[in-house]
């Protein structure tokens, strides 16, 4: 059990502190405000706790689908909140677009990875035995993912700008196609999307349930046997934000040049 919550909390840990070192570190190389990027984590936040208090209910909905539609409507809108922001950071005057998809993306964020931490603790409540054990192993799977958030941070916000730009967008390109895998397979759970055979298994070189199948999971929305959908989606989406993180690099290449 304790290797199991280290696991499970690192693979949330992870995903949340991956996306907020990214866009804190483009909102200072874009000098914007700090106030609506922590009003945002405020934000998230408390709309985790209430989405977590209220998950018994929310899951009856949609013929007891709810919790997988909810989340993976929260994937896609972080999905189109990245594309916007990558959008607008190749265009003047950026700040009002870029400034509510950054708050877009950290909201989503949080309510989704925090509240399913909430959640994942609330099961052991009154289990006294196991509850201890589901902490320590939330603490440590929490210290090591938000470690590594930190050391991504000062990694990427010490770079010179052009690859600090060249270094976020990147990162902004490989979640917003996890997003869209994870939220595909969210529906596909639902029944929304049909099923269909995976096209590959290679849960036999890298397991699911391994730390580093949850921190690719995080990264890359890896799945062992996707379905052509899955596939589909991930690499349409890379394709599009690719394309547009392409764009807007070369506009601050002119203006760094300049």
């Known amino acids: 059990m304790l290797i199991n919550s280290v696991i499970i909390i690192l693979r949330e840990v992870f995903e949340a502190a991956l996306i907020v070192s990214v866009l804190l570190v483009l909102s200072q190389k874009l000098q914007l405000p700090r106030r609506y990027f922590l009003s945002s984590l405020g934000l998230g936040g408390v709309l985790s706790i209430f989405y977590a208090r209220h998950i018994a ?27 916007f922001l990558i959008f607008s950071m190749g265009r003047r005057p950026y700040y009002k677009t870029t400034v509510w998809a950054i708050a877009g993306c950290l909201s989503a964020t949080l309510v ?51 690859k600090g730009v060249a270094v976020c967008l990147v990162a902004l390109v490989l979640i917003s196609a996890s997003m869209t895998t994870q939220a595909f397979q969210l529906l ?10 995976p096209l590959w298994n290679t849960s036999s070189w890298v397991s699911e349930g391994s730390v580093i199948g949850q921190i690719l999971y995080a990264l ?4 062992s ?34």
């Open 57 to 83: 209910s929310i899951s009856m909905f949609f013929d007891g689908v709810g919790q997988e539609i909810l989340n993976a409507c929260m994937h896609l809108m972080t999905f189109i909140c990245l594309l």
């Open 112 to 162: 989704g990875e925090g509240s399913e931490i909430i959640i994942y603790i609330q099961g052991f409540i009154g289990n006294e035995q196991l509850l201890e054990t589901v902490l320590a192993g939330s603490f440590i799977g929490a210290g090591v993912g938000f470690s590594v958030g930190v050391f991504m941070y000062y990694l990427m916000i010490n770079l010179r700008p052009r």
């Open 188 to 197: 596909i759970q639902a029944d929304i999307l049909i099923s269909q055979s």
């Open 220 to 223: 890359l929305g890896y799945e």
């Open 225 to 258: 046997t996707p379905t052509p959908i899955q596939v589909g989606g991930y690499f349409l989406s890379l394709m599009l934000s690719s394309a547009l993180a392409f764009k807007t690099f070369k506009t601050f290449e002119w203006e760094m040049d300049e």
